[in-house]
């Protein structure tokens, strides 16, 4: 089924631990996104690609990398994880790109639940 | 600073027809997106605005007057599967994607 694929869909982790999001999309968007959603607020992008080999800081990077080797892959890292990282991670694309935006809808991935204890 | 306005919760009657706000105040404008999200799930495309006026997909339907600042998504004939929450969502002139915090929509029997 095409779509976007995310791993693991929940994880439980100690504070300190490194910990790598998957996300692989099989659409050949040229844009990926990774968001964050807590409750009480909007999605908050947290980094972005327009096109493989690029990458953007979003509107909370601090503490997350990310990296796009290839069109298909797009891995959200927490180099050392912190309890207010504890979250629903959303990883998305699109088709076309502009700026962190896009001009076309977003295809999100079913999610990665995170706790950090 | 760029700010989207719903309110949180909505309920509404199953078979009736429910109307939810998003108010925006953002750097410049691009579209106004509409986005479904059951709980426990992703959110999924409704619509997207970038014009004035009412557009129409089904039981649902999406407007927008860009000089108020202003869209609402209508739902018609609800059924239990409504049950969601209703994220509106605008593109600012840098092509960022401004999100509210969510409409969460109620449907009793």
């Known amino acids: 089924i095409a779509g976007i694929t995310q791993a693991p869909t929940s994880q439980i982790l100690a504070a300190g631990r490194r910990m790598t999001l998957r996300c692989t999309q099989d659409?050949?968007?040229?844009?990926m996104y990774w968001y964050r959603q807590d409750l009480g607020l909007g999605l908050r992008l947290i980094h972005y690609?327009?096109?493989?080999?690029?990458?953007g800081k979003g509107e909370v990077p601090d503490g997350y990398s990310v990296s796009r080797a290839n069109t298909d892959d797009f891995p959200l890292t927490l180099a050392s994880a912190v309890p207010s990282q504890t979250s629903v991670y959303f990883c998305?694309?699109?088709?076309?790109?502009?700026?962190?935006?896009?001009?076309?809808?977003?295809?999100f991935g079913e999610g990665s639940r995170l706790t950090v204890l | 600073g760029q700010n989207i306005d719903q309110p949180t919760e909505m309920t509404a009657t199953e078979g009736a027809i429910v109307q939810i706000n998003c108010t925006y105040q953002?750097?410049?404008?691009?579209?106004l997106f509409w986005y479904q999200q059951h709980a426990g799930e992703a959110p999924t495309f409704l619509s997207y605005?970038?014009l004035d006026g009412l557009e129409e997909k089904g039981r649902f339907s999406s407007f927008l007057s860009r000089s108020k600042g202003y869209s609402y998504l209508l739902l018609k004939e609800l059924q239990m599967k409504d049950s969601a929450s209703y994220l509106c969502?605008?593109?600012?002139?840098?092509?960022?994607?401004?999100w509210g915090a969510g409409t969460k929509l109620i449907i009793k029997p």
């Open positions: 605005n970038v």
């Open positions: 953002t750097s410049g404008f691009n579209g």
């Open positions: 998305a694309s699109s088709d076309g790109g502009g700026g962190q935006g896009h001009t076309g809808e977003l295809f």
């Open positions: 969502a605008v593109l600012d002139s840098n092509y960022q994607l401004i």
């Open positions: 690609s327009n096109t493989a080999g690029t990458t």
């Open positions: 659409m050949r968007h040229n844009a």
